[in-house]
């Protein structure tokens, strides 16, 4: 079952500029996860947000939420190459699980 | 540094075999999870387990059958692999008693079915 749902699907972006990712989701939550996939890896814990917050910062990460329109946004500033990956946003589903939304991959040029 | 480690990076079978596919955790995490990945599908959830012995079918647990012998082990088996299950195979882990319920991942295995 899917519970985020990510907007839009693929982003291509030059270096420098801010990248803008969305989440959606449909049921209430106690927090929301963004994870970071590279190429043929494994998922990497970016950020997490709780319920009661409405934004929160780390390093070149931005993610806001928005529980009365369940949503959530991943902004990158000043992105690099490197940031090339796709990024999921996850909620807690019932007894610890994940439920995953199916992705943004980001490509940042040169 | 926390680590998830999988049997194998890539693998390849043939239909009908049995196949396992191996998950190692070194953070003493009561849960431990397996998912595939499907291009336009995202992470679907197959088997999770909150303890030794125990296990919970997920989304898509038709074809799979899972074992937790050990704490820091969980393998996933294919009892008789098929063309349709070739996929990414992720491993994860969490804490059972945390707040945040952050899952780490291993690398992946790229499971092909000929």
């Known amino acids: 079952s899917q519970q985020g749902e990510e907007d839009p699907q693929a982003l291509s972006i030059q270096e420098g500029e801010n990248a803008t990712m969305n989440c959606s989701y449909k049921?209430?939550?106690?927090?929301l996860q963004w994870y970071r996939q590279n190429s043929g890896r494994g998922l990497v814990h970016l950020i997490l947000?709780?319920?009661?917050?409405r934004e929160k910062h780390s390093g070149r990460l931005r993610v806001t939420l928005d529980t009365s329109k369940k949503s959530s946004s991943l902004l990158i500033t000043a992105s690099r190459a490197a940031d090339t990956a796709s990024y999921f946003c996850?909620?807690?589903?019932?007894?610890?699980?994940?439920?995953f939304g199916q992705g943004t991959e980001l490509s940042v040029k040169p | 540094d926390v680590k998830v480690t999988q049997s194998s990076r890539y693998l390849v079978k043939r239909t009908g075999e049995k196949v396992f596919l191996e998950c190692v955790q070194d953070?003493?995490?009561?849960?431990m999870f397996w998912y595939r990945q499907d291009p336009g599908l995202g992470l679907r959830l197959i088997y999770f387990?909150?303890?030794?012995?125990?296990?919970e079918k997920g989304d898509i647990p038709e074809g799979y059958s899972v074992s937790r012998e050990k704490k820091e082990r969980f393998s996933l088996i294919l009892e008789s692999a098929s063309t349709n299950q070739t996929s990414m195979y992720l491993c994860?882990?969490?804490?059972?008693?945390?707040?945040?319920?952050?899952?780490?991942f291993g690398p992946g295995t790229r499971l092909t079915v000929t």
């Open positions: 994860a882990s969490s804490r059972l008693r945390t707040r945040s319920y952050e899952q780490y």
């Open positions: 049921t209430s939550i106690n927090n």
């Open positions: 947000i709780r319920s009661n917050e």
């Open positions: 996850a909620t807690l589903g019932g007894g610890g699980k994940l439920i």
């Open positions: 953070m003493d995490h009561e849960n």
């Open positions: 387990s909150y303890d030794v012995k125990m296990k």
